[in-house]
């Protein structure tokens, strides 16, 4: 009984070692993981997978990690940008008359955290076009703010740029970031 018990101490032991080694070489000069170090915005490149696969309760999850982690005109622009997305993608169920489609949107944007854009989950499709366009609309509005009280040229320009990528993609440009803002990703 106290040899297993022995083992069992020095296993942990060992283990806690081994741990703490590795916490303190990841924090010297250089040992950075690659995927940390080959993004500057990481939130931002994810928010544009999640804008390619519909996902938009997750990009704008992203987007706000982003803006927590690194505020800036560009995180705060990101974030107008994918509500922006989000409202464009809605309409464009709605022109298709998906309305199955708007349902399972509404779904995967119902939640529990303070960002939440609709609740409860089980309203008509129409009505939760109508309820998600609405809290869309705000949200955009308040961080289109923020990002021009910190810097209103860097956001017209960014604008701009957002603008042309409609433009050149007048038929899906919600399913992805301009291609401008690589920024984003690697």
Do not use: N
């Amino acid at each position: 009984m106290f040899v297993r018990k022995g083992k069992r101490a020095v296993g942990r032991i060992a283990l806690g070692a081994f741990l703490w080694l590795c916490s303190a070489c990841s924090s010297l000069p250089g040992t950075t993981l690659p995927s940390e170090s080959a993004s500057p915005h990481p939130h931002l490149r994810h928010a544009r997978l999640y804008l390619a696969a519909a996902d938009y309760r997750r990009a704008i999850d992203a987007c706000l990690e982003e803006v927590r982690a690194r505020p800036s005109v560009a995180s705060y622009v990101y974030l107008t940008y994918v509500y922006h997305a989000l409202d464009a993608y809605l309409d464009d169920l709605a022109k298709k008359d998906q309305w199955v489609g708007i349902e399972q949107l509404a779904l995967s944007l119902a939640g529990d955290r303070p960002e939440q854009l609709l609740d409860p989950p089980d309203i008509l499709a129409r009505v939760a076009k109508e309820l998600i366009h609405t809290s869309v609309q705000k949200q955009s509005d308040i961080t289109a703010a923020m990002a021009s009280r910190l810097d209103a040229a860097e956001v017209r320009r960014l604008w701009e740029e957002q603008t042309a990528w409609r433009r050149a993609h007048p038929q899906d440009w919600w399913r992805s970031a301009p291609e401008a803002w690589r920024w984003d990703s690697p």
